[in-house]
């Protein structure tokens, strides 16, 4: 008999639902051991809603036709020289810590992803989360290739994957994967899936890609389009575990709370890197993190927690605090690295004239008063021939691991410090929203490998911190660190266009 | 509940226990109102370190690049360490008088306002 041509409806129930089977001399507990201790409780599976729909070989071969339109165009991009379109070599630096600290993130989605994508009772879950998975590993692959080029040209892109889980402030992106990936399969995907990929991640892929078609950058801008359709399936993902988990069981509603409330908070200390990048990174600017902040966060989100409170949800714990820090976040975290612009592997700079204008006509509030002054000061010790690098190392926050450099946002001028002590060690966070997490499973975070304190326990090498940058960073000194002026990166620039 | 984990009874593992750091301490001092220095600094000390030594070697190593700190009348500083008033004694060792590991001391020079009075 001939092989009766299935239609799609058909190709995908047997792909999801018939490739499970019914245990009869196994304990089905024990073939999907995670699904219980984290508290959550499924009643019935068969109530998942399949995000994605797609079959394998759907799938297969969409993706495809748009790798292949992909790759034609970095390979245009490089045989035209396309870096030298961009608008500006301080735009570079936006791409180095994309590759150094976000493209590192997409493998470790692809790892949790493949993780989870087994742990869960339900086929259409585990169907899912591994479709994801292999989404996430394409994009960290395309995203490395749109990359490769600048690395011929520009320093402190040659070692991004050892840097990743080496370097001080990649220790942010990284502890928040790492995070995510050692809890359990249910708070991964409200961590990943939801809070991540649902709420936030506009305010990641935008900011980036807008930049870069703001700058000139047509392999970024590429990646970015051949990667939304992939985002708009993740959303969906996003969305669906959350009504899921809430439908499933009442005593669902408060654990999903505690995970919203730390993933948003998670989250946004992550996206303060994305912040700086927008007002102070990008020589042709999209708009300030304020009005990305407002746009993407305060009216889409809200929004979806209105949608959300029928369930019991409310907004994020301290998403008023939020609504202070997006006048503040990315000056602060500018006048990090431009503090330890001698231990970052890109560059730091001040602001031009024509760049302290638009940001104090985009934070009249703030600009002024608090970070202008910052910045005369910079000058001033400039211009002095002592451009300022901060001596010492950093206090850092034992939960998001940033240096502690955020102040009380009712206090601007005064550094926001919080403490705990549990069992007798003391332990310092930038914010309530990073103490409220540690101090909800301490046990987790006593673990937390600081940069700073590896270092001075010895195990970043050394003794000095130069040698710790070199060798254990494996950074080039002199070359991939330090300020724009008068680095290779800007001297190289200029051959190439010609100026003296 | 210390952690939500599927191994009964897990415990992690304290990384910045005092004994990692050969011999010393680590003490996080901050300048307030100062934030041409955008956070507070973390030194590794011997606990016997005199508070003097950390005052005007390791301190005024980071903080002496300020263009207030030749300025500061020590008479009229006030310190806060973890929180809490407190009134440092100069020749003593710092695990004399309470500067444990880990400790937060922070600086407050009310008279001096920072770089154009804008607490930079
Ligand atoms: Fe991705
Ligand atoms: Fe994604
Ligand atoms: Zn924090």
Not at chain 1, 271 to 294: F, G, H, Q, R, T
Request: with cysteine; aromatic share 16%; charged share 25%.
């Amino acid at each position: 008999m001939a092989a009766k041509k299935l239609n799609i409806k058909d190709k995908y129930r047997l792909l999801t639902r018939d490739l499970d089977w019914e245990f009869s001399y196994q304990d089905r507990k024990e073939a999907f051991p995670y699904e219980e201790f984290e508290g959550i409780k499924i009643t019935d599976w068969s109530k998942w809603e399949d995000p994605f729909r797609l079959t394998m070989d759907a799938y297969w071969k969409y993706q495809a036709e748009k790798e292949k339109k992909l790759y034609a165009i970095f390979d245009a991009f490089a045989q035209n020289n396309g870096h030298l379109n961009i608008s500006d070599p301080r735009y570079a630096n936006a791409l180095k810590i994309f590759l150094t600290g976000v493209s590192p993130l997409e493998y470790q989605a692809f790892q949790g992803f493949a993780h989870t994508g087994r742990q869960f009772g339900g086929v259409g879950a585990r169907i899912a989360c591994q479709m994801q998975s292999i989404d996430e590993l394409r994009h960290v692959q395309t995203q490395i290739h749109a990359m490769s080029h600048y690395n011929k040209f520009f320093d402190g892109f040659q070692d991004w994957s050892h840097m990743h889980d080496r370097v001080w402030y990649l220790s942010v992106p990284k502890s928040f994967f790492d995070d995510a990936r050692s809890a359990g399969p249910f708070e991964y995907l409200v961590a990943i899936s939801f809070s991540f990929e649902y709420v936030l991640t506009n305010l990641l892929f935008v900011p980036f890609m807008s930049g870069a078609a703001y700058n000139g950058d047509m392999a970024t801008v590429t990646f970015g389009f051949s990667a939304q359709s992939d985002e708009a399936r993740h959303m969906t993902l996003g969305l669906e575990v959350i009504k899921f988990l809430l439908e499933q069981h009442e005593d669902n509603v408060p654990i999903v709370q505690k995970w919203i409330d730390k993933w948003f908070w998670r989250g946004t200390r992550l996206l303060s890197i994305v912040a700086m990048m927008m007002d102070y990174m990008l020589p042709n600017k999209v708009m300030s993190w304020k009005e990305a902040w407002e746009v993407y966060f305060e009216e889409a989100g809200g929004s979806l927690f209105k949608d959300l409170a029928r369930y019991g949800i409310r907004m994020p714990k301290y998403a008023e605090t939020t609504e202070k820090e997006k006048e503040h976040v990315s000056h602060q975290a500018w006048w990090i690295f431009y503090n330890y612009g001698q231990a970052a592997g890109f560059h730091t700079w001040i602001p031009t004239d024509k760049e302290l204008d638009w940001l104090s006509e985009k934070y009249p509030e703030t600009f002024d008063k608090y970070y202008r002054p910052r910045w005369e000061l910079a000058r001033q010790m400039e211009a002095e021939g002592k451009r300022f690098y901060n001596p010492g190392l950093p206090q850092l926050c034992n939960c998001c691991q940033i240096p502690m450099g955020f102040t009380e946002m009712d206090d601007p001028t005064q550094i926001a410090y919080r403490q705990t002590v549990y069992n007798g060690e003391r332990y310092h966070f930038c914010s309530d929203g990073c103490h409220d997490i540690f101090v909800d499973e301490p046990e987790k975070y006593v673990q937390s490998w600081l940069p700073v304190h590896q270092i001075f326990q010895g195990n970043c090498g050394g003794p000095g911190v130069e040698d710790v940058l070199r060798d254990y960073y494996r950074m080039n000194v002199g070359a991939d660190n330090l300020d724009i002026k008068g680095s290779p990166d800007e001297q190289r620039w200029n051959a190439w266009k010609g100026v003296a | 509940m210390p952690i939500q984990a599927i191994t009964p009874d897990y415990h992690g593992e304290v990384r910045d226990r005092l004994e990692n750091f050969h011999g010393n301490q680590l003490v996080y001092v901050g300048w307030d109102r100062h934030l041409l220095f955008c956070s507070a600094v973390a030194f590794p000390l011997a606990p016997d370190t005199r508070f003097a030594q950390l005052r005007d070697e390791a301190m005024a190593g980071v903080f002496g690049l300020h263009p207030e700190w030749a300025q500061v009348d020590w008479g009229r500083v006030s310190w806060l360490l973890d929180g809490e008033p407190f009134e440092p004694m100069l020749d003593r060792p710092l695990n004399e008088q309470g500067i444990g590991h880990k400790s937060l001391l922070r600086m407050q020079t009310p008279d001096l306002k920072g770089f154009q009075s804008a607490g930079v």
